[in-house]
């Protein structure tokens, strides 16, 4: 057991107070080892939640009388080339459309955003705020207006979260209602992605937001814990936001924020995969790194108001709380000490001119880039895998897409570490995918 090995290690160098090359080296090892251990460790249940998912089946909800009214609320800057797409998707759902509002929020829009959405028929309003910059803020605004024409937000049943660039499956709204008369009151719903075969950044994105629904929310919600919301394509119970009078989360993970907030609370988010929807995934690479930077910044911004509350939960036995520690915390911490690790030994190296001692360290790196690549396949390879005949993409673009998922899931540790030491803020995501269903089916090739 190489545990063993590397305190036998540690106490030679002790009695002999100095350090070879050859032992520097299998030092670091020997602690890069270590860490990977701790990452199996802490995400053991993930792996399990990815296993069971080739054999259990999504829950079934039975046909309801369709009399819940839904408000679907969307938040939209600049969103020209595809707001009109959703609102058309909306008014195409086979849910009793006398039951379907429409509410858009044009937030600091330059373009004619606005009159789009008001023109396919959604209640318009909109927002210029240069200092409250943000998702979270758009959606409080506007939940605030709803509550202000309604004089409650439990006039409707719930309310549906959707991005400006998504699409919705025609029975979308028909199965959401299904699951939330079941009982549920927050719903997550399986997330799709309308620009697969773009390139490998987009192909990248989603193959993680596929293995996020078919390999961790499903299982999830088939074992009775927790899911959480990410981002679009969620509904919540108007009770919930009349209780906290209208949307109040403003990280730069707004989110995560909302689903650790409620799972303190008590709450349980259900997850619906009959429920299908689409979004569309940046192809820039630098437009990723800003999105991405934003993810990390708001997961140790969650993290930091949030751990108290996590930490009593699993006190509590809440292994919900568990899963939003293990989602937020340990993959970023062991790979940023796996990077300051080897970059510091490399820097130690060449400054007192130790270099017989890099050709091992490099090779110690490779051996831990390689390991991580080949656990980040696994991971794309089983979400192609489960979700494979719902990707938009030929059978080639699909397997090519598990091959390079790696790289990009790589990529975001040198951006995470990055944004620990910058001002990290909302941008714009550019989106001009402007299709419709049909043009969604029609990117899928034959083999």
């Known amino acids: 057991m190489f545990i063993k090995e590397f305190f036998e290690l540690c106490a030679a160098i002790w009695q002999s107070g100095d350090i070879t090359p050859i032992q520097a080296v299998d030092l670091i090892g020997y602690l890069n080892a270590i860490m990977g251990l701790i990452f199996g460790i802490c995400y053991s249940y ?107 937000l439990t006039y409707y049943s719930a309310y549906l979260i959707l991005d400006a660039d998504n699409l919705l499956e025609p029975n979308y709204l028909t199965e959401m209602d299904k699951c939330f008369s079941a009982g549920n009151r927050i719903i997550t719903s399986h997330r799709n992605t309308k620009n697969f075969s773009d390139n490998w950044i987009s192909s990248s994105y989603a193959l993680w937001f596929m293995h996020e629904a078919r390999n961790l929310q ?72 800003k999105q991405r930077e934003r993810w990390a910044k708001g997961y140790v911004q969650v993290l930091c108001r949030h751990a108290g509350g996590l930490i009593k939960g699993i006190f509590k036995g809440s292994f919900a709380c568990y899963d939003m520690i293990m989602s937020i ?39 831990l880039l390689l390991s991580s690549y080949f656990v980040m396949f696994l991971v794309g390879g089983i979400a192609a895998i489960t979700d494979w005949h719902n990707i938009k993409a030929s059978t080639g673009r699909k397997i090519w897409a598990t091959f390079t998922f790696p790289i990009f899931m790589l990529t975001f540790i040198p951006i995470s570490i990055g944004a620990l030491f910058k001002r990290v803020g909302w941008a714009p995501i550019e989106h001009n995918a402007a299709l419709t269903l049909e043009g969604v089916n029609k990117n899928q090739k034959k083999k």
């Not at 009399?67 to 959703?86: C, D, F, M």
């Not at 909306?90 to 829009?109: F, K, S, T």
């Not at 959480?228 to 990280?251: A, D, P, R, Y």
């Not at 000490?337 to 490779?366: D, R, Y």
Request: charged share 20%.
């Open 218 to 289: 499903m299982p999830r919600d088939f074992f009775g814990t927790s899911c959480n919301v990410s981002g679009t394509g969620f509904m919540v119970h108007s009770e919930i936001f009349e209780k906290q009078g209208g949307w109040k989360h403003f990280l730069l993970t707004e989110d995560l924020e909302f689903s650790v907030d409620e799972i303190i609370k008590g709450e349980r988010i259900a997850y619906c995969d009959s429920a299908m929807f689409y979004d569309e995934q940046p192809v820039k690479f630098m437009q990723s790194v």
């Open 46 to 152: 993930q792996f399990f939640y990815a296993f069971v998912s080739f054999f259990i089946k999504p829950k079934q909800y039975p046909a309801t009388k369709q009399q819940n009214r839904y408000a679907i609320l969307i938040s939209a800057r600049n969103e020209k080339n595809v707001i009109g797409q959703l609102i058309d998707s909306v008014h195409g759902q086979d849910y009793p459309r006398e039951l379907i509002d429409i509410y858009v929020v044009a937030d600091n829009c330059t373009d004619n955003t606005a009159e789009i959405a008001a023109s396919k028929g959604a209640f318009v309003y909109e927002r210029f705020d240069k200092t409250k910059i943000g998702k979270g803020y758009a959606m409080e605004y506007l939940t605030g207006q709803i509550r202000a024409s309604k004089q409650s």
């Open 329 to 367: 915390m340990p993959a970023f911490v062991v790979s940023i000490a796996c990077v300051l690790l080897n970059s510091v030994a490399a820097i130690i190296a060449v400054a007192t001119g130790n270099f017989a001692f890099l050709p091992g360290l490099a090779l110690k790196i490779g051996e």
